[in-house]
């Protein structure tokens, strides 16, 4: 079961806080795993098996049942950065010293099936009991059960959030209807994710390239940079985050104001700063900042703002969680 984003304007008005409960919402990947006679089976949101990869997690689990979590990487089931994660994503198998240095874990969120009994008719707190009971009687190594957030009202909830994501890095908070089944898809009401502010740089236009479909004719993919010194290196690229008239007036821009061509690419005149909004930064080594956030898009166009004081590479890196 998939949440549903959390309008602040109107659902908080309608929901009483005391019919729902709150989790972390963690940096990972969703992931079902499966227990029971033999290996674990663990499953991706693609429904793709991806066991093979994470050996020292499905050979190290125990117990019999269907669980919903997050696969994370890290010790003592203190989460690494999501780039640690991707490190071991999309591989066929697992090196030993990927595996010593990023050991797999999943927070468990939910069950579905206790043994072989399907309890998803059931509500989430008891689910949750069932879910207790579990961890109870089977000790875990590479298991953790979520944690559930005490709040008294909205506001109080609020602030546990931000300070959640400054202190600790977490990506926001779940909130779950204690009453509600698990069901497939994405059914509104059960299941909200409140995510942390965004973190916001200005970054430089450096590269422009059209797009697709409905925008192949203007110039809406948008590399952008910081400063390095007094070159600017590029931290990411956004598709999105501007109204239709941005764009027009942005597509002007780029043609007015290139500089050299590259086949679809155009590099344009370091003149023209967008604030980016983005969930994280992470070290990336493809990037020639060795920077890269996560989740870009275009939050606001600077007309107004000069180039030059615009955010130097140290600043973005500074977002970097330390691993």
Known sequence: ML???????????????????????WDGIRVQLILGEGQASLFSRTGENIANAFPDLVDNVFGRGVLDGELLVGHNFEPASFNALQQRLNRKTATAKLMAEAPAFIRVYDMLFDGDTDIRAQSWTERRERLEAFFATQPQTRLDLSEVIPFA???????????????????????????????????????????RDPNLVDAVLMYAQRGHGKRSSFYSDFTFGA?????????????????????????????????????PVREVEKALVFEVAFDSAQASTRHKSGVALRFPRINRIRWDKPAQEAARLEEVEALIPAT
């Not at 602030?159 to 977490?170: F, N």
């Not at 070159?231 to 290139?258: C, M, S």
């Open 153 to 195: 009202d909205w506001d109080a909830l609020g602030t546990i959030r931000r300070k959640g994501a400054d202190e600790s890095g977490h990506e926001g908070v779940m909130i779950k209807l204690r009453s509600a089944p698990y069901v497939p898809g994405r059914p509104k009401g059960n299941w909200f994710k409140w995510k």
């Open 227 to 263: 400063w390095k010194g007094n070159e600017l290196v590029p931290i990411g690229k956004a598709y999105f985050g501007f109204t239709n008239a941005e764009l027009k007036q942005l597509d002007k821009w780029v043609r007015t104001h290139t500089t050299q061509s590259f086949g």
């Open 3 to 25: 949440s549903n984003p959390i309008d602040e304007a109107k659902d908080f008005e309608s929901l009483d806080p005391t019919d729902f409960v709150a989790e972390w919402k």
